[in-house]
């Protein structure tokens, strides 16, 4: 029986994309005061809908969406559960993955952003945010597994040729 392990994204994640928001603000607000000082109204106006939208999108929708999703591993499945108002379950047996490409960034312990791409027979899973650790135990289970499968079909190979 293989054991089963559940993850979630890394809170750290979600304070990079938070950073980047507000760096983004201060930018729309630098350059609209820049270039739309002329038109005062167009230029509280951009400021205004670009604030708004990327608090409601830091303070509201991305918390939601981290703390919905999941990520159930283990040597047979994988299952992704993601979504804000709408759930997606994505299911993968293990057995279908062809390779996986694990994405580490510099500081990646500080900012959560590891991410594990896993290709299978026609389809993809990827997985956002996880902690290093998280994202290198996720990647030795499955390569192991993938490397199992391999051992065992080349034994079977030399058994039947």
């Known amino acids: 029986m293989s054991s089963v ?3 979630r994204p890394a809170a750290s994640g979600l304070g ?5 928001l507000i760096a983004a603000c201060v930018a729309v607000v630098i350059l609209s005061r ?6 005062p109204m167009i230029m509280y106006l951009v400021i205004g809908i670009f604030c708004a939208s990327a608090f409601a999108a830091g303070m509201i929708l991305l918390p939601i969406v981290f703390a919905k999703s999941t990520y159930t591993v283990s040597e047979d499945e994988i299952l992704k559960v993601s979504g804000m108002f709408f759930i997606s ?3 993968m047996k293990t057995s279908c993955i062809q390779y996986i490409t694990t994405v580490t960034t510099p500081l990646s312990k500080l900012t959560g952003m590891n991410f594990i791409i896993v290709n299978a027979l026609g389809g993809r899973m990827i997985m956002l945010f996880l902690s290093k ?8 289970t499955l390569n192991r597994t993938i490397r199992s499968r391999r051992e065992w079909e080349k034994a079977r190979q030399e058994k039947n040729g």
Do not use: F, G, M, N
């Not at 990079?16 to 980047?20: E, G, K, M």
């Not at 820049?34 to 038109?39: F, G, H, I, M």
């Not at 650790?133 to 030795?140: G, H, R, T, V």
């Open 16 to 20: 990079i994309i938070r950073l980047v």
């Open 5 to 7: 392990k559940k993850y």
């Open 133 to 140: 650790k998280d994202a290198l135990e996720i990647s030795a």
């Open 34 to 39: 820049r270039y739309l000082s002329a038109y």
């Open 89 to 91: 379950r994505q299911y």
